[in-house]
Nanobody, 127 residues
Framework: HVQLVESGGGSVQAGGSLILSCTFSGATYSRRCMAWFRQVPGKGREAVAAADADRRTIYGDFVEGRFTIDRDNARNILYLRMHDLKPEDTAMYYC??????????????????????RGQGTQVTVS
């Protein structure tokens, strides 16, 4: 069965950087749209970024060039490189995966999509 496991979260000071990883297993990875979301208690999820199988990407409006999503299709790993972190970036970050038309993945539909598979998340705290 499909499993997604995130890692790399932690506590950093404002202006700092983190690299999150999401390891995918249990099914074909390379054909799936992969995405990062974040959520804080009491609020709905917020889409961070998505990448299709050819590594074309789209980002949430708040990212403003501070985050980079990337995927290693050979190793089934999705990354989120974050820099210039702000306190408002504090959240649980989780990855999600699903089959999706490539255009839908990198054009924006992926940011509102209800994915069938997601991980448990990794906490990022910025102070």
């Amino acid at each position: 069965h499909v499993q997604l496991v995130e890692s790399g979260g932690g506590s950093v000071q404002a202006g700092g950087s983190l690299i999150l990883s999401c390891t995918f297993s249990g099914a074909t990875y390379s054909r799936r749209c992969m995405a990062w979301f974040r959520q804080v208690p009491g609020k709905g999820r917020e889409a961070v970024a998505a990448a299709d199988a050819d590594r074309r990407t789209i980002y949430g409006d708040f990212v403003e060039g501070r985050f980079t999503i990337d995927r290693d299709n050979a190793r089934n790993i999705l990354y989120l490189r974050m820099h210039d972190l702000k306190p408002e970036d504090t959240a649980m970050y989780y990855c999600a995966a699903d089959f999706m038309d490539a255009y839908a993945c990198y054009s924006g539909s992926s940011l509102a999509y209800e994915y069938n598979y997601r991980g448990q998340g990794t906490q990022v705290t910025v102070s």
